[in-house]
Nanobody, 126 residues
Framework: QVQLVESGGGLVQAGGSLRLSCAASGRTFSRYAMGWFRQAPGKEREFVAAIKASGIGTYYANSVKGRFTISRDNAKNTVHLHMNSLKPEDTAVYYC???????????????????WGQGTQVTVSS
């Protein structure tokens, strides 16, 4: 079992940057692949980025590719999402998710993840 807590959300101007953090509990963090999802008002939750349990290997949604970077520090039980060149359409609640590593592919669907954080609000103003 792993518990996740996101932080770092806030209000930022378009073109700005923000770093989200996710703190995980347990000694088995290094066995989980991690992902970031987001959900805007009235819309479905969508995939943002994923990183393998080892930290070697990342995958991004086309909408954020080249602007966002996912990283993890297994020694500190944390995963981060560095967001650059933010746009108003990036406004959403961002969720950290964990998936027990069971394959060599990137999960991009919400129901493929086992554990979720409470979410942190990111608002990008124009």
């Amino acid at each position: 079992q792993v518990q996740l807590v996101e932080s770092g959300g806030g209000l930022v101007q378009a073109g700005g940057s923000l770093r989200l953090s996710c703190a995980a509990s347990g000694r088995t963090f290094s066995r989980y692949a991690m992902g970031w999802f987001r959900q805007a008002p009235g819309k479905e939750r969508e995939f943002v980025a994923a990183i393998k349990a080892s930290g070697i290997g990342t995958y991004y949604a086309n909408s954020v590719k080249g602007r966002f970077t996912i990283s993890r520090d297994n020694a500190k039980n944390t995963v981060h999402l560095h967001m650059n060149s933010l746009k108003p359409e990036d406004t959403a609640v961002y969720y950290c998710a964990a998936r027990y590593y069971s394959g060599s592919y990137y999960a991009t669907e919400s129901d493929e993840y086992d554990h979720w954080g409470q979410g942190t609000q990111v608002t990008v103003s124009s």
